[in-house]
């Protein structure tokens, strides 16, 4: 085996952010033994932290208690866990005995580094061999990164390692990093690399770091996980680096022991559980930002590709890096409240629908299933028809109303002709400037803050008719989600606007909404179902 390049494995504890540790004691033992089977080089067996450890999870309290998980008779395998600087009491770390871990891996941020390492020369005190863990490696110039070979020498670890922490590196940037480091990093000291995939270029920029250092004599570890599993885009992929390094490289990892921890232990994580490449992951590596900012728009807003995009090249480098939600959240309506002056549009629609019978029609299956009934109940009141967010069978409308801006495309291209014809009232976070057949309102005027699911677009037009001064109103097709989202929609292709949702959560939303718009509307008083609903309480 080429021993001048080690893999090590962090499935245990980058993974540890996707199932919060709880991988379970099965499969804690389980990916261990197959990751030695395989001869991996290094095993890092999860992070080291304050509290007790639970048993079944990836985070200990100190190294005895990783004794449960690891083999009786141990081999050349080296296990390590890691450690942030500033978040472990390193009086609880005990000397090292050589009967559980062998290595603690120190990561430190970019402003810390010279901090880090003085926590890692504490650690190797007390016996243990010490990696560290340069954070957004990116961030350092020339200088810095000089001063940190420095420092780093200093401590003597096993390691160092650069860490393109938000996936944003590209071959020159990682060429510019380790040429400067190989440079000043004293011989003996291995070169390490840890990927993230949020431009999908962690196996090749792995690839690449391999191939600018084979002719060199240091030592090089690379880190990947099983089936890349690892926070937001995850890592490079053990199975691949593996087959590269045995292809490539002479080493003689066994791809079978590492196709079984997958399908013994890895099948489930991959069915409960996201991680890896995504079009908003894809925004964080893009403008060198923390996940956490694209795990709040997108949990807290279901924020559309490019309004994330918008909001995040709004915030300035520093702030990207680090995660604020209350500014993210002012960002966020900023980026949805474009100012536009809607007075003419609000004075038109009043004119037309003051005084009218008021049918909405929401995207729900009752708009379908009883649509006869419905086409009546239009027929003999001659309402005004007003679709909310969707065109559905054959009605013909008096207005379109639209929320979000997948929805006014899809309905766009798919229903071009009627689409182009009909009415359309267009809330300002999808477009500032009124097409043909168009009146721009303004968002703010139809939102409440308050809820995850503030922009419900039923909720919306309700608002939308009390803001107009509209007295009554009749809806149908407002059914409440069913367990699958076949199920809730007329039109099963109707593309979700919320993804991955808990049905029952976003229903319990929308009646606390539905019922505070009751209490609260200063028009809108009566409001009648023509269709079933789960919200008619």
Same mark, same amino acid.
């Given at each position: 085996?080429?021993?001048?390049?080690?893999?090590?494995?962090?499935?245990?504890?980058?993974?540890?952010?996707?199932?919060?540790?709880?991988?379970?004691?099965?499969?804690?033992?389980?990916?261990?033994?197959?990751?030695?089977?395989?001869?991996?080089?290094?095993?890092?067996?999860?992070?080291?932290?304050?509290?007790?450890?639970?048993?079944?999870?990836?985070?200990?309290?100190?190294?005895?208690?990783?004794?449960?998980?690891?083999?009786?008779?141990?081999?050349?395998?080296?296990?390590?866990?890691?450690?942030?600087?500033?978040?472990?009491?390193?009086?609880?770390?005990?000397?090292?005995?050589?009967?559980?871990?062998?290595?603690?891996?120190?990561?430190?941020?970019?402003?810390?580094?010279?901090?880090?390492?003085?926590?890692?020369?504490?650690?190797?005190?007390?016996?243990?061999?010490?990696?560290?863990?340069?954070?957004?490696?990116?961030?350092?110039?020339?200088?810095?990164?000089?001063?940190?070979?420095?420092?780093?020498?200093?401590?003597?670890?096993?390691?160092?390692?650069?860490?393109?922490?938000?996936?944003?590196?590209?071959?020159?940037?990682?060429?510019?990093?380790?040429?400067?480091?190989?440079?000043?990093?004293?011989?003996?000291?291995?070169?390490?690399?840890?990927?993230?995939?949020?431009?999908?270029? +962690?196996?090749?920029?792995?690839?690449?770091?391999?191939?600018?250092?084979?002719?060199?004599?240091?030592?090089?570890?690379?880190?990947? +996980?099983?089936?890349?599993?690892?926070?937001?885009?995850?890592?490079?992929?053990?199975?691949?680096?593996?087959?590269?390094?045995?292809?490539?490289?002479?080493?003689?990892?066994?791809?079978?022991?590492?196709?079984?921890?997958?399908?013994?232990?890895?099948?489930?994580?991959?069915?409960?559980?996201?991680?890896?490449?995504?079009?908003?992951?894809?925004?964080?590596?893009?403008?060198?930002?923390?996940?956490?900012?694209?795990?709040?728009?997108?949990?807290?807003?279901?924020?559309?590709?490019?309004?994330?995009?918008?909001?995040?090249?709004?915030?300035?480098?520093?702030?990207?890096?680090?995660?604020?939600?209350?500014?993210?959240?002012?960002?966020?309506?900023?980026?949805?409240?474009?100012?536009?002056?809607?007075?003419?549009?609000?004075?038109?629609?009043?004119?037309?629908?003051?005084?009218?019978?008021?049918?909405?029609?929401?995207?729900?299956?009752?708009?379908?299933?009883?649509?006869?009934?419905?086409?009546?109940?239009?027929?003999?009141?001659?309402?005004?028809?007003?679709?909310?967010?969707?065109?559905?069978?054959?009605?013909?409308?008096?207005?379109?109303?639209?929320?979000?801006?997948?929805?006014?495309?899809?309905?766009?291209? +798919?229903?071009?002709?009627?689409?182009?014809?009909?009415?359309?009232?267009?809330?300002?976070?999808?477009?500032?400037?009124?097409?043909?057949?168009?009146?721009?309102?303004?968002?703010?005027?139809?939102?409440?803050?308050?809820?995850?699911?503030?922009?419900?677009?039923?909720?919306?037009?309700?608002?939308?008719?009390?803001?107009?001064?509209?007295?009554?109103?009749?809806?149908?097709?407002?059914?409440?989600?069913?367990?699958?989202?076949?199920?809730?929609?007329?039109?099963?292709?109707?593309?979700?606007?919320?993804?991955?949702?808990?049905?029952?959560?976003?229903?319990?939303?929308?009646?606390?909404?539905?019922?505070?718009?009751?209490?609260?509307?200063?028009?809108?008083?009566?409001?009648?179902?023509?269709?079933?609903?789960?919200?008619?309480?």
């Amino acid at each position: 085996m080429n021993k001048q390049i080690k893999l090590l494995d962090c499935t245990l504890r980058d993974g540890a952010y996707i199932v919060n540790a709880q991988f379970g004691t099965a499969a804690i033992k389980g990916i261990i033994h197959k990751l030695e089977e395989a001869g991996v080089d290094i095993i890092e067996c999860g992070w080291l932290k304050n509290s007790e450890h639970q048993p079944g999870t990836s985070y200990y309290h100190v190294p005895a208690d990783l004794k449960r998980y690891l083999p009786k008779k141990k081999g050349e395998t080296v296990y390590t866990v890691m450690i942030d600087w500033d978040r472990y009491d390193l009086s609880y770390l005990p000397e090292c005995d050589e009967q559980s871990i062998d290595a603690v891996r120190i990561v430190f941020p970019h402003e810390k580094y010279r901090q880090g390492i003085e926590v890692g020369k504490k650690i190797k005190d007390k016996g243990y061999q010490i990696f560290f863990q340069a954070a957004n490696t990116l961030a350092y110039s020339e200088s810095e990164l000089i001063d940190l070979a420095a420092a780093v020498n200093d401590a003597a670890p096993v390691s160092l390692s650069v860490v393109d922490t938000f996936g944003a590196m590209y071959e020159d940037d990682l060429e510019r990093i380790v040429g400067i480091l190989n440079r000043h990093l004293d011989p003996a000291i291995q070169l390490g690399f840890h990927s993230h995939n949020n431009q999908q270029l +962690s196996f090749a920029l792995t690839m690449h770091f391999i191939e600018m250092m084979r002719s060199e004599e240091r030592g090089l570890i690379v880190d990947a +996980s099983l089936c890349g599993m690892g926070r937001g885009a995850g890592n490079a992929t053990t199975e691949l680096v593996t087959s590269y390094l045995n292809r490539r490289c002479g080493c003689h990892y066994d791809l079978d022991a590492v196709m079984d921890a997958i399908d013994t232990y890895m099948e489930y994580f991959q069915e409960k559980y996201q991680w890896g490449y995504s079009t908003p992951y894809f925004i964080a590596g893009m403008y060198c930002c923390h996940v956490n900012n694209i795990a709040y728009l997108l949990n807290e807003h279901k924020t559309s590709a490019k309004d994330m995009r918008n909001i995040i090249e709004s915030l300035q480098l520093g702030e990207r890096q680090k995660y604020d939600y209350d500014l993210l959240e002012q960002k966020y309506l900023e980026n949805q409240n474009q100012y536009i002056d809607d007075t003419i549009a609000v004075q038109e629609l009043k004119e037309k629908l003051q005084g009218r019978e008021i049918l909405l029609i929401a995207p729900g299956k009752t708009a379908v299933t009883q649509c006869e009934s419905v086409k009546r109940y239009i027929e003999e009141k001659q309402a005004v028809v007003v679709g909310i967010n969707a065109f559905v069978a054959d009605y013909d409308y008096d207005y379109m109303f639209f929320v979000n801006l997948l929805r006014y495309d899809y309905a766009k291209q +798919s229903d071009c002709d009627r689409f182009a014809s009909t009415e359309k009232i267009v809330l300002s976070n999808i477009k500032a400037e009124a097409s043909e057949h168009e009146r721009i309102v303004g968002f703010h005027n139809v939102i409440k803050n308050g809820w995850k699911y503030f922009d419900n677009a039923a909720i919306c037009c309700l608002r939308l008719m009390d803001y107009l001064g509209i007295e009554k109103v009749a809806i149908c097709g407002f059914d409440g989600f069913k367990d699958t989202y076949n199920e809730s929609y007329a039109d099963p292709l109707l593309p979700a606007v919320n993804p991955g949702v808990n049905w029952a959560n976003l229903n319990r939303e929308i009646t606390e909404m539905f019922q505070d718009f009751k209490r609260s509307a200063s028009a809108c008083r009566k409001i009648e179902f023509i269709t079933e609903s789960i919200f008619d309480q």
